[in-house]
Each structure stands twice: as structure tokens, then as C-alpha cells.
């Protein structure tokens, strides 16, 4: 059985920085790209960062060189280090992996960046 567990959101000020953690259990984790997306309420989910089996990343452009993705492939976890955090990153984030042709979700970590 597939699963995904998020952790590390929380609230920080404008320019603060947060780390999500997601840590997977019933995959060969190491053979997966691991997506990071957010949502907020009335919108669709977007993607925000994704890293390859090799190691390769895409980011969206609202994030470039403000957040990082990277993963340990023995802890079977990816992260997204973000840091110099907007209002505009407020959102419930999900890791995601495409598993036997379908996506699996985590439960989400809310992460709400306000004064």
C-alpha cells in the first residue's frame, strides 16, 4: 500500500523560510519522480517542484530560486526547502507520486505565510 506523509508546514512571516518533509512507504521510492504541489481554497492544485529518479528538478516560475526540492533516497523522503516566503506561497501542499499509472497523494501540510 502506497503512502505519502507530509510534515513541516506551519505559519511564518513574509521573508521567513519553512522545510517540508514527505516521507513514502510501499514504493522502491528511488525509481520515482517526487512532486510537490499546492493548493488553495477555489483553485487547482499546481505544481510547485518535482525531482527525477536522477536527480533532475523542474520548478514553477513563482518559485525559482526561492525553493529547493531534493531527496534521501534511504530515509525514502523528499523535501522542499522554501525560504524567502510570500503571502502568495499561502497553501495546503502535497507531495505526490505516479504509482502504476496512478497518483498517489499525501494528506497535505497547510503552510500559511502572514504578519
Known amino acids: 500500500q502506497v503512502r505519502l506523509v507530509e510534515s513541516g508546514g506551519g505559519l511564518v512571516q513574509p521573508g521567513g523560510s519553512l522545510r517540508l518533509s514527505c516521507t513514502a512507504s510501499?514504493?522502491?521510492?528511488?525509481?520515482?519522480?517526487m512532486s510537490w504541489y499546492r493548493q488553495t481554497t477555489g483553485k487547482q492544485r499546481e505544481l510547485v517542484a518535482n525531482i527525477t529518479s536522477g536527480h533532475s528538478t523542474t520548478y514553477a516560475d513563482s518559485v525559482k530560486g526561492r525553493f529547493a526540492i531534493s531527496r534521501d533516497n534511504v530515509r525514502n523522503t523528499v523535501s522542499l526547502q522554501m525560504s524567502n516566503l510570500e503571502p502568495e506561497d499561502t497553501a495546503a501542499y502535497y507531495c505526490?507520486?505516479?504509482?502504476?499509472?496512478?497518483?498517489?497523494w499525501g494528506q497535505g501540510t497547510q503552510v500559511t505565510v502572514s504578519s
Open positions: 505526490t507520486v505516479p504509482f502504476r499509472g496512478s497518483p498517489y
Open positions: 510501499g514504493i522502491n521510492f528511488r525509481l520515482y519522480t
